[in-house]
């Protein structure tokens, strides 16, 4: 039996996204930064028919934890949001989940 300070905590986090490369990036680096003693998945929903970046961002962390979700409502408003998190909750493999705009940012102060 694996000692419970040894265990990870398992977190998916849905991140909504519209044509937004650098603050998606952005906000799955920080969370990388501060994982300690978490295991991470992250499932990004592109509102967008855009698929420019969907290779970066499966390999961004280099550790096959990010799942894409192509939601191609070009949606732009609050609506766009809660449909994206809506869709990433069909992906969710964890008991735990967050959910955040693609614009946090994880900082230790």
Partial sequence: MKNEKTMLKNIDIIIPS???KDLTTLAILTFEKF???YNFRY???ENSNDTSYKG???NLTGKKNVCWVQNPTELINSEANATALEEGLKYV???RV???HNDVVATNS
Wanted: aromatic share 16%.
């Fill in 56 to 58: 970066f961002m499966l």
């Fill in 18 to 20: 519209f044509h937004s």
């Fill in 93 to 95: 493999l964890t008991e």
């Fill in 98 to 100: 967050f959910m955040c």
């Fill in 35 to 37: 994982s300690d003693g």
């Fill in 43 to 45: 499932i990004v929903v």
